[in-house]
């Protein structure tokens, strides 16, 4: 059975995530956040994730690097936590993977990605974070020097993205390949192409 602190858990996050420009608001919903995991005894694998996603995404224009960095050691110490009770709670893997990606500690963020279990991903979120994955396991190779695994990555990234039929699922998806790989690569070229067919439609 949930505990009242359980679901307040929950909620009091989704409201946070959808605060932006109420400042006040969004410091009492942090110090409620902080107080409601406290008063759970046993986080299970979800709360933990809930408050990994809390430091993760905790910051605006202002926040210095030094306290992004804080944050994102924060949050690595929840999503750590949430897997070492439930080592397949995919999302975590996941953003232990955006989490070593941002502190640029490449082979980190490629063992979580690789960890991520593709077919939950696929089936219980949009389809654009599936293929991202993929770009982003070939950004983390390319930045190691691994660029023919990268390169791998990086064409599993274009065949699936031009499976795609949503222009929603589309415009995430690119950004690190033609980091990589420059603007006038063919695959750059072709999945830009196929974003516009998609936008006309």
């Keep these: 059975m949930k505990s009242k602190a359980s679901?307040?858990?929950?909620?009091?996050?989704?409201?946070?995530s959808q605060?932006?420009?109420?400042?006040?608001?969004?410091?009492?919903?942090?110090?409620?956040?902080?107080?409601?995991?406290?008063?759970i005894k046993e986080p299970n694998p979800k709360q933990n994730y809930v408050m990994g996603l809390f430091f993760y995404e905790d910051?605006?224009?202002?926040?210095?690097?030094?306290?992004?960095k804080e944050q994102t050691r924060k949050a690595i110490s929840f999503f750590e936590k949430?897997?070492?009770?439930?080592?397949?709670?995919?999302m975590s893997n996941l953003y232990l993977g955006h989490c070593y990606q941002d502190l640029q500690q490449y082979k980190k963020a490629i063992y979580y990605y690789l960890k991520v279990d593709q077919n939950k991903l696929q089936e219980e979120f949009p389809l654009w974070?599936?293929?991202?994955?993929?770009?982003?396991?070939?950004?983390?190779?390319?930045?190691?020097g691994k660029e023919d695994i990268g390169i791998k990555y990086f064409k599993k990234t274009?065949?699936?993205?031009?499976?795609?039929?949503?222009?929603?699922?589309?415009?995430?998806?690119?950004?690190?390949?033609?980091d990589c790989l420059g603007e006038n690569h063919s695959l750059f070229i072709e999945m830009k192409?196929?974003?516009k067919i998609k936008l006309n439609q």
Excluded: M
């Design 7 to 16: 679901e307040d858990l929950v909620d009091l996050y989704q409201k946070f």
């Design 19 to 39: 605060t932006f420009d109420d400042y006040s608001l969004k410091s009492t919903l942090r110090q409620n956040i902080l107080k409601t995991y406290n008063e």
């Design 59 to 68: 910051y605006n224009e202002n926040t210095s690097k030094d306290i992004l």
């Design 82 to 90: 949430s897997i070492s009770a439930d080592e397949n709670y995919y």
């Design 129 to 144: 974070r599936f293929v991202l994955l993929f770009e982003l396991v070939g950004f983390c190779y390319w930045k190691i």
């Design 158 to 178: 274009h065949s699936e993205y031009l499976l795609l039929d949503d222009y929603l699922d589309l415009y995430p998806i690119g950004d690190y390949i033609e």
């Design 193 to 195: 192409a196929y974003e």
